[in-house]
């Protein structure tokens, strides 16, 4: 059982996700608990669903749940990240 879900919504962040996920992966790793993390991407044009996948390969906890255009909005993204998890506790960034 994963302990553990972080859902980040995220619209655009190709450039800089990368390394705030590489920072919640170290965080997560260091704890020896079991963890997962979702980034919701809302839409982005910017190929911010290829930006998670490329972390994604290196880390296993990482993966992307793509909504299709048009955004939706953070509460949207949101909704569908807790939706998509399967910790025991589950937050948000």
């Given at each position: 059982m994963i302990r553990w879900s972080v859902v980040i919504p995220a619209s655009?962040?190709?450039?800089?996700?990368?390394?705030?996920?590489?920072?919640?992966?170290?965080?997560?790793?260091?704890?020896?608990?079991?963890?997962?993390?979702?980034?919701?991407d809302d839409g982005s044009s910017d190929g911010t669903a290829e930006a998670v996948r490329r972390v994604a390969a290196r880390a296993p906890a990482v993966r992307v749940l793509v909504l299709a255009p048009p955004n939706r909005g953070k509460g949207a993204a949101v909704r569908a990240g807790m939706l998509g998890v399967t910790g025991h506790f589950r937050l948000f960034a």
């Open positions: 655009n962040e190709a450039h800089r996700l990368p390394p705030y996920l590489e920072e919640v992966v170290e965080f997560f790793d260091g704890r020896g608990d079991s963890y997962e993390v979702v980034v919701v």
